[in-house]
T-cell receptor, first 112, second 113 residues
Framework: EDQVTQSPEALRLQEGESSSLNCSYT??????LFWYRQDPGKGPEFLFT???AGEEKEKERLKATLTKKESFLHITAPKPEDSATYLC?????????????FGRGTQLTVWP | NAGVTQTPKFQVLKTGQSMTLQCAQD?????MSWYRQDPGMGLRLIHY???????DQGEVPNGYNVSRSTTEDFPLRLLSAAPSQTSVYFC????????????FGSGTRLTVV
């Protein structure tokens, strides 16, 4: 069973058309939730960390929010350069591995 | 400040060959890890290290070895390559264990034929 589920798998938006990506998780105690952006042929690039329900972070056209069991990445008025795969990951409280559980990602395409 | 550097970027191996994927970071990060990324699957943890001289297995460790003799370097060794190890490999580091975002390298694309 996946610890982290992202939806949709793929999303196509017209430039300027706002939308949201979803990340739901099943770990019992959340230490942190992370959003990454990955461009083709590159490693994931860190975007945000969220630690507690109600927390929000913003960066340019991106805004990440966190509830008790899911997170949303809101994209406002996207541009073609926002096209990428967005990955969500969580770390579990009490885990000694220090590992992050990654979702499979949402592939976002923004067309002009 | 180069971040996390991985070499090589691309590699083709024959079944049964061995090789080492290199990873180095210059941020004085305690925690380093290796992930593999396969189509349609999330990143999966192979091995990790919480400091020099300390390593442990992750989710998919079979067929791989690691060592951490210095804070900066964390090489991943494939002992006897198999086609199932065809993947993209990412090295990642973070300041400390748990609750901190990772910095990823640019990846090594490995094909085993």
């Amino acid at each position: 069973e996946d610890q982290v589920t992202q939806s949709p798998e793929a999303l196509r938006l017209q430039e300027g058309e706002s939308s949201s990506l979803n990340c739901s998780y099943t770990v019992s105690g959340l230490r942190g939730l992370f959003w990454y952006r990955q461009d083709p042929g590159k490693g994931p690039e860190f975007l945000f960390t969220l630690y507690s329900a109600g927390e929000e972070k913003e960066k340019e056209r991106l805004k990440a929010t966190l509830t008790k069991k899911e997170s949303f990445l809101h994209i406002t008025a996207p541009k073609p350069e926002d096209s990428a795969t967005y990955l969500c990951a969580v770390s579990e409280r009490g885990s000694t591995l220090g590992r992050l559980y990654f979702g499979r990602g949402t592939q976002l395409t923004v067309w002009p | 400040n180069a971040g996390v550097t991985q070499t090589p970027k691309f590699q083709v191996l024959k079944t049964g060959q061995s090789m080492t994927l290199q990873c180095a970071q210059d941020m004085n990060h305690e925690y380093m890890s290796w992930y593999r990324q396969d189509p349609g699957m999330g990143l999966r943890l192979i091995h990790y290290s919480v400091g020099a001289g300390i390593t442990d297995q992750g989710e998919v460790p079979n067929g791989y070895n690691v060592s951490r003799s210095t804070t900066e370097d964390f090489p991943l060794r494939l002992l006897s390559a198999a086609p199932s190890q065809t993947s993209v490999y990412f090295c990642a580091s973070s300041l400390r264990t748990g609750g901190y975002g990772y910095t990823f390298g640019s990846g090594t694309r490995l094909t085993v034929v």
